[in-house]
């Protein structure tokens, strides 16, 4: 059976039922395996309809998991007007030489000039607080970016991620916004109790059109290099490599995230139609197609990945290649999905999110 995922508390409490969301497609694949098999047999074909009917009934879940798209991009014609949005989780540009690449930091600028977007939304970003535009807030408006935007999530400490720092350097972490149109209004919405917080701007494209860009970083569930070591263990060599203390404490972690995103959601919610302009909200969502916080923050935007995606769409590198978790949400009445793509390179823990828009309407 299809697992409806929107079995959750939605207050935020912490309920084990919030692993669900994880699910859907694995039912999915189950149910579409018993349809051929019923098929099959000669004298029972019409246990196929109970499958089938399952995916019916659970197709708005199940449609935003894989993207069938393979030949649907297209890139626009240099007179057409449009829009290119790119976000990506930097993971404070390989501070920590997390990658074990040296020349990370100069292949994310190297990217970001390659794919030339017109709105650039970076989660993870970070500056440093004795000169705020450094190391790479400088370098990147030099690639034709004017227009800037940050919002502070917090502060720390540098040596705590890299040791060569000096012990008086801190970093300011949070969401930045470069832009080759001019923004405005911008504000922020505090999630919850932590540092979490939205980042809400207008864009003005020209005199006639603008729209409300929001951008986000929820609730990780903070797995260290020991939780996903352990996972990847597990994923090798099954029940050998498991032990009943740490998956449990895994389960809990999640469940707990889950909790909290929850209750972020409902927030970004709540403040939706503090604006009339047409939105769009990006980021690093932490969550997958189906849960509540997808689809609660989704609310009626639309994904350019179900439009215009292919394959599973993973964005987050590692433990399943199940894991969608950087979504941009847009309003069909002022944008159409051209294109949708993801860059495969493993210069951060995600891989960034590039879609092409056309104005919708006049």
Known sequence: MCLWVSLRDVSGSPSILSLLSFTPLFAAAANIFFIVLWLLNRHKKWRALISLITIIVCFPVVKPLVGFHFFGNK??????????????????????????????????????????????????????????????????????????????????????MNISAGKKEVIRIGHAVFSKYPLSNARKYILGERTYNMMSVDVIIDSTRSFNL???????????????????????????????RKSKLLLFKLRDAFAERAAQANIIDSVRKE????????????????????????????????????????????????????????????????????????????????????????
């Not at 940050?150 to 502060?155: G, I, K, L, P, R």
């Not at 929001?214 to 569930?221: G, I, P, Y």
């Not at 993801?342 to 092409?356: C, G």
């Open 75 to 160: 890139k626009l014609a240099e007179d057409v007007a449009g829009l290119k949005i790119m976000t990506w989780n930097v993971h404070l540009f390989d501070l920590g030489e997390w990658t074990r690449d040296k020349g990370a930091q100069a292949k994310i600028l190297e990217l970001i000039k390659k794919e030339n977007p017109d709105i650039l939304c970076l989660q993870e970003y970070y500056m440093d607080k004795a000169v705020n535009a450094e190391p790479y807030t400088f370098q990147i408006r030099q690639l034709g970016y004017p227009y800037f935007e940050f919002s502070e999530e917090n502060q720390a400490p540098k040596r705590f």
């Open 275 to 362: 604006t009339d302009l047409p939105r769009v909200i990006c980021g690093d969502f932490n969550d997958v197609p189906g849960s509540y916080v997808y689809r609660k923050v989704k609310g009626g935007l639309a994904d350019p990945f179900v439009s215009k995606g292919a394959g599973l769409g993973r964005t987050y590198r590692f433990i399943i290649p199940t894991l969608r978790i950087d979504h941009i949400f847009y309003d069909e009445s002022f944008l159409k999905a051209e294109s949708y793509k993801r860059a495969d390179v493993s210069l951060s823990d995600h891989l960034p999110v590039i879609a092409d828009f056309s104005f919708a309407g006049k």
């Open 214 to 244: 929001n951008v986000l970083h929820l609730r990780s569930v903070r797995f260290k290099d020991d939780d996903i070591n352990y996972i990847e263990s597990v994923k090798r060599q099954g029940a050998v490599a498991e032990e009943s």
